[in-house]
């Protein structure tokens, strides 16, 4: 609730409440002192009436005696009664029931008196004042709220600006980060294929070192292994055996190697260096002669002057880690697909179906996948 004169808000402890009329006031706008308020508030609430009602109730009565009323009795008494100058609770000041002539009359100095204003008519005026400051108070706000949002709108416009040279900057050094980054992957590319190219040659050199390094050279297995053996005699008794002698001067190294399995129970593989070619292969011929003339009684140890067990005895090229490994698999491939042949000559892996078919060459172990199978009739 506001006060009726100041029209602010009003709190518990300043409110005065008129009890004729029912207004609101702050006791300070009525001149009435705090230290006097707070002695005499319980009082005050109960007995106080504002000081519009206070001028209103002092002018009620009759009021037919004051000299005015008996000047108009004797001009016409028929015409005028004494409720015609009674004043109404509903106005601010007192009504004059007279003519038009006498209210307008000038005074003497030189203004015409007020005229009377009812407290709905004061009540109207309040509001159409208030409603023009309200209407005032909301343009202001609407252009305050206006300016702000401009302004905000504005700020924000200049951070998105920032934000968003920002970011272009940014895309921008990581387009040309990416660019290098893609001219460097290429160029890498580039180097590992000529890379993988020149590994690729490199094996096939070392390859044919490897192989050229193996010619002279011959393998025997399954020799049983003796303390005190003696390699290059069991080997030249060995070539007598199989008639293919030879001097203890075309034997340039014999030794064993180790094994390729550690676990395997095998004996360890002989390698014999030979003066040449021609003595390796002269040896490996004369060795499947001697095979396919003894088929009873192959190449063993006992032709060899070994008094144990007899194992037979292989002899073939030195081969390569690799070119073992597809004798192996090709070995294992013509068991499955019922291919009558493998063998190994000059470091290369052949197989053949049967005696009129061709032989085919095995580079690699991928080769044996598009061979197709020997189905027997």
Request: aromatic share 6%; with cysteine.
């Amino acid at each position: 609730m506001n006060c009726e004169a100041c029209r602010n808000r009003i709190t518990g402890e300043e409110l005065l409440l008129c009890i004729k009329c029912m207004t609101h006031y702050h006791y300070i706008c009525l001149n009435i002192t705090q230290s006097y308020s707070k002695a005499n508030l319980g009082e005050l609430r109960r007995s106080w009436i504002c000081p519009l009602c206070i001028n209103v109730t002092r002018r009620k009565g009759n009021n037919c005696n004051t000299p005015v009323r008996k000047q108009l009795e004797n001009m016409d008494e028929s015409s005028m009664s004494c409720e015609d100058l009674t004043i109404s609770e509903n106005t601010v000041e007192i009504s004059r029931p007279v003519m038009d002539t006498v209210e307008n009359t000038p005074t003497s100095s030189g203004c015409t008196p007020a005229a009377s204003i009812t407290l709905d008519q004061f009540s109207r005026l309040l509001d159409l004042k208030l409603d023009t400051k309200l209407e005032s108070f909301q343009a202001s706000l609407i252009r305050t709220i206006r300016n702000e949002v401009s302004n905000q709108i504005a700020k924000l416009k200049t951070e998105f600006t920032v934000t968003t040279d920002f970011l272009a900057e940014e895309q921008r050094d990581v387009k040309a980060e990416l660019k290098t980054l893609s001219d460097k992957v290429r160029k890498l590319e580039d180097e590992n294929v000529q890379l993988q190219s020149e590994l690729s040659q490199m094996n096939k050199t070392l390859q044919v070192l490897d192989k050229s390094s193996r010619n002279c050279n011959i393998e025997i297995q399954s020799v049983p292994e003796k303390r005190s053996e003696n390699l290059l005699y069991g080997l030249m008794k060995l070539c007598e055996v199989i008639n293919c002698p030879i001097a203890e001067s075309d034997i340039k190294s014999i030794r064993r190697v180790a094994k390729m399995n550690p676990s395997s129970d095998r004996p360890r593989n002989i390698i014999a260096t030979l003066h040449s070619e021609h003595h390796r292969d002269t040896i490996i011929s004369a060795v499947r002669r001697f095979n396919k003339a003894n088929k009873l009684c192959p190449l063993n140890s006992s032709h060899m002057g070994l008094a144990s067990e007899k194992y037979n005895i292989y002899i073939s090229e030195y081969l390569s880690a690799g070119c073992k490994a597809v004798h192996a698999a090709a070995r294992q491939w013509t068991k499955i697909n019922h291919y009558k042949f493998v063998w190994v000559k000059y470091g290369r892996v052949y197989v053949r179906k049967n005696e009129e078919s061709p032989a085919i060459l095995i580079r690699d172990t991928s080769y044996l996948s598009k061979l197709p199978p020997n189905n027997p009739v």
